[in-house]
């Protein structure tokens, strides 16, 4: 099989013509799709490779301080069955190795006066100049809670935070002054159903799941 372009043994193997000089149906279009793909390709291996090995009492302790961040080392070792400075030890390397980010209080936007939430989805036009300009504005803006470069159609996903719709408007006029935006599409919140970005987490660090021993 050729391993580049995705063809069939049987295409493959057939020899090129003498005459024409004429590739066979490993074509130009199939490698121009490979290479466009690569990318993603290499991310998500690159991504497998870096994925750490989790033992069963690093489980337990990032299932305890998922449901609630403020335990003390002692009761987390009486959770897990492991003394204060094991818990202690276990943590520091979670977080060393970036497993755990650090743990803080969530926060009721609402009850905070920040009601009016936006989803955006923007292409950006080439320029790098332009591209880093835009992205350190929105780094240093108060009201984006999330950056995130995407593969496909757009190139960036913003999840926004507004006091009122006014504040929306301005921050889509300054975002607008740079230039090199070319498209964005904006969908406002109404209603949020559930809000737990935990949930996904659970089963990967469930007694059931696979572990090694210690």
């Known amino acids: 099989m050729c391993g580049l372009c995705f063809i069939p043994p ?3 193997s057939q020899p090129l013509s003498s005459n024409s000089g004429s590739f066979p149906v490993c074509s130009f279009r199939s490698l121009i799709i490979y290479l466009y793909k690569f990318p993603l390709f290499l991310y998500i291996y690159t991504l497998q490779m870096r994925e750490p090995k989790l033992k069963k009492k690093d489980k337990c302790i990032l299932r305890a301080l998922l449901e609630n961040g403020r335990l003390s ?9 492991i003394s204060r ?5 276990r943590v520091k390397r979670l977080l060393g190795e970036g497993v755990a980010k650090g743990f803080s209080v969530r926060l009721d936007a609402d009850k905070l006066g920040f009601s009016f939430k936006a989803y955006v989805l923007l292409i950006a036009k080439p320029e790098e100049k332009l591209r880093n300009e835009l992205a350190e504005f929105l780094r240093n803006s108060k009201n984006v809670r999330k950056i995130q470069l995407l593969f496909g159609r757009f190139d960036f996903f913003l999840e926004l935070l507004f006091r009122d719709k006014e504040e929306l408007t301005e921050f889509l006029r300054a975002m607008q002054s740079f230039g090199v935006v070319e498209r964005t599409e904006t969908f406002i919140v109404y209603q949020t159903i559930k809000d737990k970005p935990e949930d996904p987490f659970l089963e990967c660090l ?3 799941s696979k572990t090694e021993v210690t």
Request: aromatic share 10%.
């Open 85 to 89: 400075q094991v818990a202690f030890e």
């Open 73 to 81: 080392y002692s009761e987390l070792g009486r959770r897990c069955e």
């Open 10 to 12: 049987s295409i493959s």
């Open 206 to 208: 469930s007694e059931e």
